[in-house]
């Protein structure tokens, strides 16, 4: 700090959000762009509601180019800048003259990859790595994919670890720290691939990147080139390869839903504003079933509004008397470009033309001639057939079961019945457990969906299948000497009843079905954060008998957000039972 204000240094690289710290602001950001008459605005597209990756905070730049005015010049970088980015950038930081090179560099060879199956994109992928130089990226619409497009590969013997917002590793601290080691085991070359989500984005560099694959279609073409881009910066011959699937639509409609606030969304949030005045985030679940990434959202929304309708106090959010309006035609308009955007890219993965130019064009950027190295102008694939023999993707994807982490913290005022609050004590607690597959994913998931749905039973596969995870793959210590289940709902009344006591039979153990549902509930698929979800189990469930003391096998059908299984496990502990071991046939988390 004290380097930075006697002029030590000559510059001061900050992120966006810090220009709402009025201290920060004062003390040190002001008097060296003043010292300096120069603010250098990187990723300028952020800018832009028109820009691959919106973002809130960079509004706030528009209040320090006014305040510095002419005595400060102003340099916006981008790589990334349609003829509309360079419009809305304008409206930002005053007049701008634009110097623009190509758009495409000659070194990266494109190429589309029509695989609708997740197991045939898999198969692919071990199949062709080896063929690719150097290290690469591969881009998943997910976390879920990163995690199984990476240990997939681990599986073939390819060195690939998955990498996205809030992944973690015992070893590190936080997720920041093992993302960051992550990075620089990447640059390193001690990964042959990093698969990752859009969280490894601006900021990382490796000029020698062989290669960047995406494992679905991103949502924009903006959001492809930013991400392919990364390739091939040294010049040498380098590889981007879009793998299109059969989820790309309905991942993408999700994400676009999600693009900006709902009027609904912030009606609530100022209501509960006006009535409790300023509230933390935590305080602001209680009083509205949204989550916290949405809670948030409509925060960074309603901030950098002109005026800012919120204004942030400590850790928490007040809301400042000034008038606001929602411009929903201005929002339904975005919405429209978002999937005007989607069809482009959905152009690109048919089209016939050179790859490059294709892109270049959708970019606003100078004719060119065709490239003569993507797979339209050479007429077929960019790298050749992979001979490498691999395993069946399929009976991968069938027994990629997913570890189950029951809840070890309720929040505050939720559980009042059931007398839950706070960090839960380890003797109530659940030890982990074990997912058979996920929602709606081919194979199993698709067969519990259906079901699930037909609301009658579990298929005897699906017993079959439950019980060679457990016994097989899982194994778990101490392994369970009974089973019990969490009671269905009256909307399907016997259903997961039916199975755990079919379940229990096939591996010979005894079913007690000691849990009671005492009342009911709304359904837990429409609380959207922890303290609804919370609060809409508080009291439905009860021990009504002796239970036995040894360890148990806690069957459910659907998790969610895991508080049913939370709860389950707190009374079964509670009335004196053995460990708990939670078992679903799966999870139904969004897409991210």
Aim: net charge neutral; charged share 25%.
């Amino acid at each position: 700090m004290q380097a930075i204000l006697e002029n030590e240094v000559d510059a001061i690289l900050i992120a966006p959000e810090r220009l709402a710290d009025r201290g920060f602001m004062e003390e040190v950001f002001d008097p060296i762009v003043k010292s300096s008459g120069l603010f250098v605005i990187d990723e300028a597209h952020c800018i832009s509601l028109w820009g691959h990756d919106f973002r809130p905070d960079f509004r706030r730049i528009h209040r320090v180019v006014k305040k510095f005015g002419r005595t400060t010049a102003v340099l916006a970088a981008t790589a990334t800048a349609t003829e509309a980015v360079i419009t809305d950038v304008s409206a930002e930081v005053g007049a701008v003259t634009v110097l623009r090179g190509s758009l495409m560099r000659e070194s990266i060879a494109l190429d589309v990859v029509r695989l609708p199956s997740r197991s045939a994109r898999l198969e692919w992928l071990a199949r062709h790595i080896h063929q690719l130089p150097r290290a690469g990226i591969i881009y998943t619409l997910t976390r879920n994919d990163a995690d199984t497009v990476a240990k997939w590969l681990r599986n073939q013997g390819i060195a690939a670890e998955a990498y996205y917002s809030g992944v973690t590793h015992p070893d590190f601290r936080n997720s920041g720290d093992y993302r960051k080691h992550l990075e620089d085991r990447l640059r390193a070359n001690e990964l042959k691939v990093l698969v990752a989500t859009t969280a490894l984005g601006m900021g990382f560099n490796k000029p020698d990147l062989g290669f960047v694959i995406h494992f679905q279609a991103p949502g924009s073409l903006l959001n492809y080139y930013q991400q392919v881009g990364r390739a091939g910066r040294d010049g040498k011959r380098a590889y981007g390869i879009l793998l299109t699937g059969s989820e790309d639509q309905h991942i993408n409609s999700y994400f676009r839903s999600e693009a900006f606030p709902k009027p609904e969304w912030i009606r609530e949030i100022l209501d509960a504003l006006d009535l409790h005045g300023a509230l933390t985030i935590p305080m602001l679940q209680q009083h509205v079933n949204l989550s916290w990434s949405r809670i948030e959202k409509v925060l960074r929304y309603l901030a950098v509004e002109r005026p800012a309708v919120v204004t942030r106090v400590g850790s928490a959010w007040k809301r400042r008397r000034v008038s606001f309006y929602y411009d929903t035609h201005f929002n339904d308009m975005l919405s429209d470009l978002r999937l005007t955007e989607w069809n482009e890219v959905l152009a690109y993965t048919e089209t016939t033309s050179c790859l490059a130019t294709t892109l270049s064009r959708s970019l606003s950027g100078p004719d060119s001639e065709p490239c003569g190295i993507c797979s339209n102008c050479i007429g077929g694939p960019v790298i050749g057939a992979g001979a490498k023999p691999v395993k069946s993707a399929t009976e991968f994807l069938a027994n990629a079961d997913i570890e189950l982490r029951c809840k070890g913290r309720a929040p505050g005022k939720a559980f009042v019945i059931d007398a839950l609050s706070g960090n839960l004590p380890a003797r109530i607690r659940a030890r982990q457990g074990r997912v058979l597959a996920r929602w709606a994913e081919a194979g199993w998931g698709r067969m519990i969906m259906h079901d699930r749905e037909a609301g009658t039973r579990f298929r005897e596969e699906l017993v079959a299948a439950a019980a060679l995870l457990i016994t097989q793959r899982w194994n778990p210590d101490p392994a369970p000497e009974w089973v019990t289940c969490i009671p269905s709902s009256h909307r399907r009344p016997g259903l997961v009843t039916d199975f755990a006591e079919r379940l229990a039979a096939e591996l010979a153990l005894p079913f007690h079905p000691v849990i009671v549902r005492v009342r009911e509930n709304e359904s837990q698929s429409q609380q959207n954060n922890a303290f609804h979800q919370c609060r809409n189990l508080d009291g439905v469930f009860e021990v009504q008998t002796a239970v036995p003391e040894g360890p148990v096998l806690l069957v459910d059908d659907v998790v969610r957000s895991e508080w049913s299984m939370t709860l389950g496990a707190a009374h079964l502990r509670r009335a004196g039972s053995g460990p708990v071991l939670p078992f679903a046939l799966a999870n139904a988390d969004t897409p991210v």
